[in-house]
C-alpha cells in the first residue's frame, strides 16, 4: 500500500507550509551568516537551499498529486526490505560510534546545521508516503518526533561543550564554565527566567491543543483490544524488552537496577575531574557507559516501539502497510534444549514418576545446569577476571565492593544487548527455564 492521490492532495498542504518554513528557517539563518557573522559563502549556500525550499514548497501547493516531491517507490521498498531489528540496532550503535569518534567534525555548526537540513528534507520526502506519513503524524506520535530533534539538538549542545573544553585543557587553559563563573541571583534573575518560559510554554501548548486534535477512542472494552496494544511513550523501552525476557525482569529488576544504579553513581564515582562543566576526554569511560546505556539501551528501543512496532508486535519497514495478517515464524528454543537435544541428541533429564520432591528438584538442576553454570560464569567469574586485566586501574583505585557493584551492574545492564543478540542469531528464548518456580531468563 503506497501514496495514492488522494493522500497525495490531502498532504500537499502541510508539505507545502512544511517546505516554507524550512525556507524561512535557512533564510532567516543566512541573514544572521552575513550581517553578523560575516561568513558570505555561507550565507549564499543557505539562501541558495532556501529557494530550493520555496520551489519545494510550490510543487507541494500547486494542487497535482504528481508534483508532490516524494522519494522514489524504489528507494521506498529497498529501505523496507533492509529493515529489521537487526539491522536497524546494529545501525545505530554503528552511528552512534562514528558519531564518538569523529564528534570534533560533527560539532561544527556548519555541519550540524546540514545534517538537520537534510534530516529534515529526507523527513518531508518520505510524509509524501501514505504509510510513513500515517505513523509519523499520528497526534500520538508527533510529540515523538519533536522529542527526537530536540534531543538530537541538545545531545549536539553539550558535545559541543565538551570538545570545546578538552581543547582547552590540552592547552592549559581552565574550561569555559570556569571563565563565565559569575553567581546569578534566584530573586530576581532565575524566577523572571522561569515565569517568560511558563508563559510561553502555556501559549504553545495551547496552540498545539487548537491545532492538533487530542487523540480520544472510545472506551475501553475487553472484546475490542487495540492492536497493537502499545504502553505510553516513555514505557516502550520496558515493552521492547519483554521480547527478550520475563516480565519479572524486563519489568521489575532492569528498572529497578537503573535507578539503583543513578543513586550508587555518586558513591562509585572515583575520577574528581570533570566535575561542574562538560567534558568527554576527562570522563570517557562515564560518557560511553550513559551513552550505550541511554541511546542504544533506551531511547532507540522507544523509537523502535513507537515507529517500528506494528499489529501483533510485529516489526514493520518505515514506509510499510501495518497489516494485521503478517505472519513470522519464531522457533525459539531454550537453552537446555540445545545442550540437551541438539548438541548431546538425548532427552531433557526428566524426574521418574512418582518421584519425591527434592529428587524432582536435582533433576530441575540437571536440566538447567547449562544455564546456570553460563550465568555464574558471567556473574562471578567474569568480574574478577576483569579486574585483572581490561579494569585493572578501576579495581585499584575503587576496591573491592565498589568495584563488584560496579561491574555488576554493567554486566547486568549488557544482558540486554547480550540476550537481544542471542535471539536474532540462535533463536535463543531463554537461558534459564524454570517453569516448575516460574524462573526464566
Not at 561544527?108 to 503524524?137: C, H, Q, R, T, Y
Amino acid at each position: 500500500m503506497h501514496s495514492n492521490g488522494f493522500f497525495l492532495k490531502d498532504v500537499a498542504g502541510f508539505l507545502g507550509g512544511y517546505y516554507s518554513a524550512i525556507a524561512i528557517m535557512n533564510g532567516i539563518a543566512a541573514l544572521i551568516l552575513w550581517r553578523k557573522k560575516g561568513q558570505v559563502g555561507w550565507a549564499l549556500v543557505w539562501t541558495a537551499f532556501a529557494i530550493a525550499m520555496m520551489v519545494l514548497a510550490s510543487l507541494a501547493l500547486s494542487g497535482s498529486s504528481a508534483m508532490v516531491p516524494a522519494l522514489p517507490a524504489a528507494v521506498r521498498s529497498a529501505v523496507n526490505r533492509l529493515s529489521g531489528p537487526v539491522l536497524y540496532t546494529l545501525g545505530t550503535m554503528a552511528l552512534l560510534t562514528v558519531l564518538f569518534v569523529f564528534r570534533t567534525f560533527f560539532v561544527k555548526p556548519m555541519v550540524a546545521w546540514s545534517i538537520l537540513n537534510a534530516m529534515l528534507v529526507l523527513m518531508g520526502l518520505s510524509m509524501a508516503d501514505e504509510n510513513f506519513a500515517s505513523i509519523v503524524m499520528k497526534p500520538d506520535n508527533v510529540p515523538i518526533v519533536g522529542l527526537v530533534f530536540l534531543l538530537a539538538f541538545f545531545t549536539w549542545l553539550a558535545t559541543k561543550q565538551a570538545v570545546v573544553n578538552d581543547e582547552r585543557i590540552a592547552r592549559g587553559l581552565p574550561p569555559m564554565e570556569k571563565e563565565n563563573d559569575e553567581k546569578v541571583l534566584v530573586w530576581p534573575d532565575l524566577v523572571y527566567t522561569e515565569l517568560i518560559c511558563m508563559v510561553a510554554v502555556t501559549a504553545f501548548l495551547l496552540a498545539w491543543a487548537i491545532f492538533l486534535p487530542a487523540p480520544l477512542e472510545e472506551p475501553a472494552s475487553s472484546v475490542k483490544t487495540p492492536n497493537p496494544s502499545k504502553a505510553p511513550w516513555y514505557f516502550l523501552g520496558l515493552q521492547e524488552m519483554l521480547v527478550y525476557f520475563d516480565p519479572w525482569y524486563a519489568g521489575v529488576v532492569l528498572p529497578s537496577l537503573v535507578v539503583f544504579g543513578l543513586m550508587a553513581m555518586p558513591y562509585l564515582d572515583f575520577n574528581k575531574r570533570g566535575n561542574g562543566y562538560y567534558s568527554i576526554e576527562e570522563r570517557k569511560f562515564s560518557y560511553l557507559t550513559y551513552q550505550f546505556g541511554f541511546f542504544v539501551l533506551w531511547i532507540t528501543l522507544i523509537i523502535l516501539g513507537t515507529f517500528l512496532r506494528g499489529p501483533n508486535w510485529n516489526f514493520f519497514g518505515p514506509f510499510e502497510y501495518w497489516t494485521p495478517y503478517k505472519v513470522e515464524v519464531l522457533n525459539n528454543v531454550d537453552l537446555p534444549q540445545m545442550f540437551w537435544v541438539n548438541l548431546l541428541d538425548r532427552p531433557l533429564p526428566k524426574a521418574p514418576a512418582g518421584a519425591s520432591g527434592l529428587v524432582q528438584a536435582g533433576y530441575v538442576l540437571l536440566r538447567e545446569a547449562p544455564g546456570l553454570l553460563v550465568m555464574g560464569a558471567y556473574l562471578l567469574l567474569l568480574p574478577p577476571l576483569l579486574a585483572v586485566t581490561v579494569f585493572r586501574g578501576f579495581f585499584a583505585k575503587m576496591g573491592l565492593i565498589r568495584y563488584m557493584v560496579m561491574a555488576n551492574l554493567m554486566l547486568l545492564m549488557l544482558t540486554l544487548p547480550i540476550k537481544m543478540i542471542l535471539r536474532w542469531t540462535f533463536n535463543l528464548k531463554y537461558i534459564i527455564s524454570m517453569p516448575e518456580i516460574s524462573l526464566n531468563f
